[in-house]
């Protein structure tokens, strides 16, 4: 079993998460053979967050509640927050994560505390635009390993731009091996051009689809 867990903060951009907690949490076009899931979303304490949208999560469990291995992964959103120094305690837990082979996802801000903490200088990433770490993060010595594309997958680190969430999604799934292929490569060209014979075609891969 995977555990996701999604690290809530104020002001979370709902949107950058959307894609990727949709389909791990439904499971709706997993292989038959796909380990299951458990999303949980984790925070500084229990005491409600409101996202950019004006939505309000209960965090399920604390940091130190997080179990870190090989199964566990960590998606960081973008917020307005990330500057607030409390967040510093889960970006030294995203350091277990990655020394223990897990997955980290990072989009928009989250990039930002990553390379505040260094850990951007020395392995392939993206964020939102050329130059725009420089600007945010005054110790950023990664412009070698910068990367300009929406999302940029090294090993387990996943890190995004702010329209980069698609792309982000398909990254993480595609690691974790819970699509089969010709599903995750119809459900991101569906998405991504909203023509609906990918959308055909994705139905088509689905384990239902092909039994008699």
């Not at 051009?193 to 088509?204: E, R, V, Y």
Request: proline share 5%; charged share 15%.
């Amino acid at each position: 079993m995977f555990t996701i867990y999604v690290y809530v903060l104020d002001t979370l951009a709902d949107w950058e998460l959307g894609y990727v907690i949709s389909e791990l949490n439904s499971g709706r076009f997993f292989k038959k053979d796909a380990q299951s899931i458990s999303l949980k979303t984790v925070s500084l304490s229990k005491e409600p967050i409101h996202t950019m949208g004006g939505l309000t999560i209960v965090p399920d469990c604390l940091i130190e509640d997080m179990v870190v291995n090989e199964t566990s992964v960590l998606l960081l959103p973008g917020a307005n927050t990330w500057g607030d120094p409390k967040h510093g305690t889960i970006i030294e837990k995203a350091s277990e994560f990655l020394s223990a082979g897990a997955v980290v996802g990072a989009i928009c801000g989250a990039t930002v505390a990553l390379a505040n903490a260094g850990f951007l200088n020395n392995r392939p990433h993206t964020s939102n635009g050329p130059g725009f770490l420089e600007m945010v993060s005054p110790g950023y010595k990664g412009q070698s390993f910068y990367i300009d594309k929406p999302s940029v997958a090294d090993n387990n680190l996943i890190t995004a731009s702010s329209t980069g969430a698609l792309l982000w999604a398909k990254q993480i799934i595609e690691h974790l091996g819970v699509f089969q292929s010709n599903t995750l490569k119809s459900w991101y060209e569906y998405f991504n051009t909203g023509d609906p014979k990918h959308f055909f075609a994705l139905m088509q891969t689905l384990p239902s689809s092909n039994e008699n």
